[in-house]
């Protein structure tokens, strides 16, 4: 788990926006609801988040969606990374736990919208597991990635 005094920082895959939780986030969930799965395309949609004032955008800010009429969403606009999430009047924001240079840094604790979750969620730990390196090694797949990488401040 990262430092409480270490600022945790994140951004898009492209590295057009980055930003730094001045302070600690508040609380991680994962959210099940439809409305999650349709803004992240994936099963559910993991948040991280606090104070509107304690996250500071170092490089470039999110284009945002209202997703509903309590709600909007951030994203880049250049590479389309998911990356904010806030309920109008709150004064809290969250970010996308993946989109955290270190996501162990900030683990689920609690699940919303548990009604949305897909039946198969259950059962994935049952599955055959397999690295990416091991699937491109089988494959014989060269990756050249364009993605920002973690962990280099801005």
């Given amino acids: 788990m990262a430092s409480a005094t270490r600022s945790l920082t994140g951004g898009c895959q492209c590295g057009a926006v980055r930003y730094e939780w001045l302070q600690r986030p508040d609380f991680s969930s994962v959210c099940y609801c439809r409305m999650c799965q349709k803004a992240s ?9 606090g104070k509107c004032e304690h996250l500071r955008w170092i490089r470039g800010a999110p284009s945002m969606f209202k997703s509903s009429n309590v709600a909007e969403r951030g994203f880049c606009r250049e590479c ?22 270190d996501p162990e840094a900030m683990p689920p604790t609690l699940q919303f919208g548990i009604e949305g979750k897909v039946s198969w969620m259950h059962r994935l730990h049952e599955l ?13 797949v060269v990756v050249q990635s364009n993605q920002h990488p973690d962990k280099t401040g801005a």
Avoid: C, R
């Fill in 80 to 101: 389309g990374t998911p990356l904010t999430y806030a309920f109008a009047g709150t004064g809290n924001v969250s970010v996308t736990i993946n989109s955290l240079d």
């Fill in 41 to 49: 395309g994936q099963p559910f949609m993991g948040l991280t988040g």
């Fill in 128 to 140: 055959p597991t397999e690295t990416a390196d091991e699937w491109l090694k089988k494959n014989g």
